[in-house]
């Protein structure tokens, strides 16, 4: 078969591109962005995430964290509170998987939501817990708040646990604030990243 040349084929309206997606929608090779990362550079006994307003573009936002507290325990709960609310608002459902044992627990009329585990003092020196903490629909005014994480600790009690929390209020969240439970703090080396998840 012979060489034709485009102007004497059939193609008459053709357009020249100088990018292969042309006419097609925006490459994006992930549905995570990360929007910011706080690390601790002394002990702390919160950390906030302020003016979420501004990532309404995202569907869910997603916190993932790397902790260690002062606790003198193995590991401790570290807690949320969103827009600054104290009041009994919140309830959730854990579950903890131990290795040889599961058990469930919830709780009504909360003054915190539950984020997850956070490594304690009597942990292996050096070791920070991990944990993911997802806030759903973080934007939506139709619907109270729902959260879920998932996080683990190392120690005499090697534990996972998963959780999911609701916030009993349907204003969009614009602040996070993630603390440990029982006045612990957080320490030195702490990191936390804030996603939005479109």
Avoid at 60 to 81: A, E, K, P
Avoid at 88 to 115: D, E, F, K, P, R
Avoid at 126 to 151: C, P, Q, W
């Amino acid at each position: 078969m012979g060489v034709v040349k485009l102007s004497q084929s059939g193609l008459r309206n053709y357009a020249k591109y100088s990018s292969m997606l042309a006419g097609n929608g925006a490459f994006s090779p992930s549905s995570y962005d990360l929007l910011t990362t706080t690390t601790l550079t002394s002990s702390a006994a919160s950390v906030t995430f302020s003016g979420l307003g501004s990532y309404s573009g995202y569907k869910h936002l997603q916190i993932r964290y790397m902790m260690r507290l002062n606790s003198g325990f193995d590991g401790g709960t570290v807690q949320f509170r969103l827009n600054g609310d104290s009041a009994n608002n919140y309830s959730y459902h854990q579950l903890i998987g131990g290795g040889a044992s599961v058990l469930s627990q919830a709780a009504s009329n909360q003054t915190m939501g539950q984020a997850g585990y956070g490594i304690g003092g009597n942990a292996p020196a050096n070791v920070f817990g991990a944990g993911v903490l997802e806030i759903l629909d973080f934007s939506a005014t139709s619907k109270n708040t729902t959260t879920r994480s998932l996080s683990g600790r190392v120690g005499a009690a090697n534990s996972i646990l998963l959780t999911s929390s609701l916030w009993v209020n349907t204003a969009a969240v614009t602040s996070i604030e993630l603390s440990p439970y029982f006045g612990d703090s957080m320490v030195t080396g702490s990191r936390f990243s804030l996603y939005g998840l479109k």
